[in-house]
């Protein structure tokens, strides 16, 4: 699928670069035509990359089941990541394929991860919960520097109900 995005994305610049050199068009409108195509090949980029399977950046999920961690400690200039496979959980149910994440390393994730990993492996499934950090209280909410950063818990997954026969 990724070396179709790929060859599609290239013979769409090939269509671009054509129409440059080969069109009547006026000056302006082929230096908007080229400027569009530029910006379009550092989204098409990023969407390639995120298709990958290359850990996301976005923000957790609300609510989700831990499947997998890995732990890259800082190591010199190195800041360190924390590397999470989770599903995210809507309505009591876990509701698409595991996605993996990237965060930025913290000690104490780092022990909350571990905890739960090896809880995982005693054979109690983990599930987890991402808040959004709230900023520091000065100027408006958009421009709080934290607002992007999340408080991840681990827990353990509650056993599910069955219904009396």
């Known amino acids: 699928m990724t070396l179709t995005f790929i060859l599609a994305f290239a013979a769409f610049t090939l269509l671009i670069a054509l129409a440059l050199v080969f069109s009547y068009w006026p000056r302006w409108l082929k230096g908007l035509l080229a400027l569009g195509v530029t910006g379009f090949y550092f ?32 190591r010199g200039k190195f800041q360190g990541a924390l590397y999470m496979w989770v599903t995210p959980i809507e309505e009591g149910k876990s509701v698409m394929q595991p996605r993996a994440y990237k965060l930025p390393y913290s000690r104490v994730l780092h022990e909350h991860i571990a905890d739960g990993m090896k809880k995982g492996r005693e054979g109690v499934p983990q599930m987890g919960t991402a808040e959004v950090k709230g900023g520091n209280g000065k100027g408006p909410s958009w421009l709080n520097p934290g607002t992007d950063e999340q408080e991840v818990k681990i827990l353990d997954l509650p056993t599910p109900q069955v219904p009396e026969k």
């Open 43 to 74: 989204f098409g980029y990023a969407s390639v990359h995120s298709l990958l399977g290359l850990p996301s950046t976005d923000a957790l999920p609300a609510r989700f089941v831990m499947i997998a961690a890995i732990v890259d400690e800082p």
